[in-house]
């Protein structure tokens, strides 16, 4: 299992890189005359304005970075939050740091990897590298493995490991880094416990959510509660990984309407997941592509959280 102390610190703190600056003006009205103390310090104009160029070139260098990856070959509907996201950039820029992502990766009836999830972490690979094409320090991407969420499925903590390890395994050979949903929800104590489960949610969710249960949920008791217990662990977790990655994009291959299960601090862009037009989970495909998973329309494709 994934060390979590590992996983927080490699977060990366949102940074600001715009500073305040006040100036001050000499009235042109009789007065007394500046000490040497309050006179502008020799130069002072000029280090505001390099701050200045410093930060409309940070800016310029954001905008470049977003329209690499912002692009319909990724994105499957627009981001939550475009102004945040372009602010998320600026900041890992003034830092000279990777721009990070992170994301939920969960399990399906599949024990090991196969090549759907070589294929999904293939398209993570280009968004990244379309990143590093225009900014050298690139991107850092972080799978979030929910051991939680399979938990509740009804799988094995034997399966859950296994699987989990092959994830781990392949994305490491792409530079990708993982840790574990539950250990993340442990490590946060009483935030974790401080969530807000009465928070209204639509019906247009709970159908969702109802409808993805019955298709995975093998936990106990009925399929409507086990869709009301994944919406209670969401509402924890979504408030765990916002604050243990305050400056991170978050990724999803769901659509804006489960806008509310991710977390609300974050910028949220929604991504594709296998190519362009397929946005279904690699785990819960078959191990080996066939034919007509291949070619059929994603919106006749198994969908599932």
């Known amino acids: ?20 600056f006040e100036l001050h003006t000499i009235k042109t009205n009789p007065g007394p005359s500046l000490t040497r103390e309050e006179k502008p310090a020799p130069g002072a104009g000029k280090s505001f304005k390099q701050q ?17 990856f912002n692009t319909w070959s990724f994105k499957r509907e627009q981001p939550s939050d ?12 003034a830092v000279q740091a990777a721009i990070p992502f992170v994301l939920y990766w969960g399990k399906g009836p599949r024990h090991e990897t196969g ?17 590093r094409n225009v900014y050298a320090p690139g991107a850092a991407i972080k799978l979030i493995l929910t051991d939680t969420h399979a938990e509740l499925n009804g799988h094995s903590r034997a399966n859950i490991t296994h699987y989990f390890d092959d994830v781990t395994a392949i994305a490491g050979q792409r530079g990708f880094q993982t840790c574990w949903l539950g250990d993340l929800v442990k490590a946060a104590g009483n935030l974790a416990a401080a969530a807000p489960l009465d928070e209204t949610v639509s019906a ?26 994944y919406l209670r662990m969401n509402l924890i977790e979504q408030r765990v990984v916002e604050r243990t990655f305050p400056g991170a994009i978050f990724v999803t291959f769901n659509g804006s309407e ?15 997941s296998l190519r362009r037009g397929m946005a279904v989970k690699p785990w819960f495909l078959p191990a080996e592509p066939k034919t007509a998973d291949v070619s059929a329309d994603p919106a006749n494709l198994p969908r599932s959280l």
Do not use: H
């Open 1 to 20: 299992m994934s060390n979590v102390a590992s996983c927080v610190a490699g977060n990366l703190a949102t940074v600001a890189f715009a500073s305040e």
């Open 52 to 68: 200045r160029a410093a930060d409309a070139g940070i800016q310029a260098r954001a905008d470049k970075v977003l329209r690499a």
């Open 82 to 93: 475009p102004q945040l996201m372009l602010r998320f950039v600026a900041d890992a820029i």
């Open 115 to 131: 090549a759907y999830e070589i294929q999904c972490l293939e398209f993570l690979s280009g968004l990244a590298a379309r990143i």
């Open 204 to 229: 247009e969710m709970l159908g969702k959510l109802m409808a993805s249960a019955e298709k995975w949920y093998n936990g106990g008791g009925t399929v409507e509660e086990g869709a009301l217990r």
């Open 258 to 272: 489960l806008r509310g299960l991710f977390p609300r601090q974050l910028p949220i862009f929604y991504m594709y």
